[in-house]
């Protein structure tokens, strides 16, 4: 089955640029998508297909794609983003939904 | 502005079974597809499966395969997940999302399989 990859943890300073990368064989050719969730609260989409920032998103959160790594870039990061990021995709040859298992983002 | 809202908390038996409900507003309600993703106790998100409204037709992880069915009822824009042969694994939040890109959700049902 297919499987992604991401780090369990980031830490960054305030101010400062996160990357928090999602790794998947030829993801390239997938839609990716990531999520932002905080503590005893439900998902909320930050990228979708790839790049794309729904409304409401800050244009901090940024996404893209390279080789066989997805990344999520949040710039001039804040307090606020502490908290753990999913990527997700859609694997065609299951017919599933996969997820990453997630990154723990800590703003120092 | 889109909503899909939950039903409450259950606490189950093990070997009983578990019946969640997601009632969507705002968006037409068989436009979408509604997936079901779990989240063990300080674990990662889990998809089960999803169902399209229009044809009630459904997919199912393997994992959950003869274990779960999902129903869409467009009289009522609801959208049932029922999960059997309860086990304390399955202590977990479920969630329904909105479509491939899962960009609304609920706010989480917790189902707690305790004896």
């Known amino acids: 089955s297919y499987v992604l990859t991401q780090p369990p943890s980031v830490s960054v300073a305030p101010g400062k640029t996160a990357r928090i990368t999602c790794g998947g064989n030829?993801?390239?050719?997938?839609?990716v998508h990531w999520y932002q969730q905080k503590p005893g609260q439900a998902p909320v989409l930050v990228i979708y297909?790839?790049?794309d920032r729904p409304s409401g998103i800050p244009e901090r959160f940024s996404g893209s794609k390279s080789g066989n790594t997805a990344t999520l870039t949040i710039s001039r990061v804040e307090a606020g983003d502490e908290a753990d990021y999913y990527c997700q995709v859609w694997d065609s040859s299951s017919d599933h939904v996969v997820f990453g298992g997630g990154t723990k983002l800590t703003v120092l | 502005q889109v909503q899909l809202v939950q039903s409450g908390a259950e606490v189950k038996k093990p070997g009983s079974s578990v019946k969640v409900s997601c009632k969507a507003s705002g968006a037409t309600f068989n436009s979408y597809t509604i997936n079901w993703v779990r989240q063990a106790p300080g674990q990662g998100l889990e998809w089960m499966g999803r169902i399209i409204p229009i044809s009630g037709t459904a997919d199912y992880a393997q994992k959950f395969q003869g274990r779960v069915t999902f129903i869409a009822d467009e009289s009522t824009s609801t959208a049932y997940m029922e999960l059997s042969s309860l086990r304390s694994e399955d202590t977990a939040v479920y969630y329904c999302a909105r479509g491939g890109a899962h960009d609304y959700w609920g706010q989480g049902t917790l189902v707690t399989v305790s004896s």
């Open positions: 297909y790839d790049s």
């Open positions: 030829n993801i390239g050719s997938k839609s």
